[in-house]
T-cell receptor, first 114, second 113 residues
Framework: SQTIHQWPATLVQPVGSPLSLECTVEGTSNPNLYWYRQAAGRGLQLLFYSVGIGQISSEVPQNLSASRPQDRQFILSSKKLLLSDSGFYLC?????????????FGPGTRLTVT | GESVGLHLPTLSVQEGDNSIINCAYSNSASDYFIWYKQESGKGPQFIIDIRSNMDKRQGQRVTVLLNKTVKHLSLQIAATQPGDSAVYFCAENFGSGNTPLVFGKGTRLSVIA
């Protein structure tokens, strides 16, 4: 069966510090990968998605970036965090094919920027 | 989209009653729809999906209805239980399996015991 992991689970970082959140998927190969952000009590905002290694599509211009160094690894980064970067960050994966297919979400990372 | 910045609407239901959560989707070309349930502090979990060649699909205690004429999707939960308290999101997709789902703004369901 497939599983998706995210770490860390929670993170408190000062404004201006760097960020690195990691997501890995097990039990499947060549998945589509996604990063979402969710502010408290609000909806899901798609940040980035990737259909393959080194292929990143950005949905929202901001101070975040994403990378996919390996097939089942997706990393969300920032060089300098802003207060507005606080939120719940969710990674998701989906199969490829003729589709469309459901997306499976990870447990999330709660980021607080102070 | 713009809806991600809005506070979630809330639906309060008595335990044992049926719940109906509505969603208006945006793209008339969408051909696949999903309902997700998100409990506090967790990632969204798949509940049920439906393709555009159907107008109704039933699962365990849940039914999804699709009205393509008015671009409306609903989730019905029978005999609502306290464990159903969560935020529910609809999502739509069109095209190939490589395009991301488009999520609705979500509805918070609160079950009153």
């Amino acid at each position: 069966s497939q599983t998706i992991h995210q770490w860390p689970a929670t993170l408190v970082q000062p404004v201006g510090s760097p960020l690195s959140l990691e997501c890995t998927v097990e039990g499947t190969s060549n998945p589509n990968l996604y990063w979402y952000r969710q502010a408290a009590g609000r909806g899901l905002q798609l940040l980035f998605y990737s259909v393959g290694i080194g292929q990143i599509s950005s949905e929202v211009p901001q101070n975040l970036s994403a990378s996919r160094p390996q097939d089942r690894q997706f990393i969300l980064s920032s060089k300098k965090l802003l207060l507005s970067d606080s939120g719940f960050y969710l990674c998701a994966w989906s199969r490829k094919g003729s589709g469309p297919y459901e997306q499976y979400f990870g447990p999330g990372t709660r980021l607080t920027v102070t | 989209g713009e809806s991600v910045g809005l506070h979630l609407p809330t639906l309060s239901v008595q335990e044992g009653d049926n719940s109906i959560i509505n969603c208006a989707y945006s793209n008339s070309a969408s051909d696949y729809f999903i309902w997700y349930k998100q409990e506090s502090g967790k990632g969204p979990q798949f509940i049920i999906d439906i393709r555009s060649n159907m107008d109704k699909r039933q699962g365990q205690r849940v039914t999804v209805l699709l009205n393509k004429t008015v671009k409306h999707l609903s989730l019905q939960i029978a005999a609502t239980q306290p464990g159903d308290s969560a935020v529910y999101f609809c999502a739509e997709n069109f095209g190939s399996g490589n395009t991301p789902l488009v999520f609705g703004k979500g509805t918070r369901l609160s079950v009153i015991a």
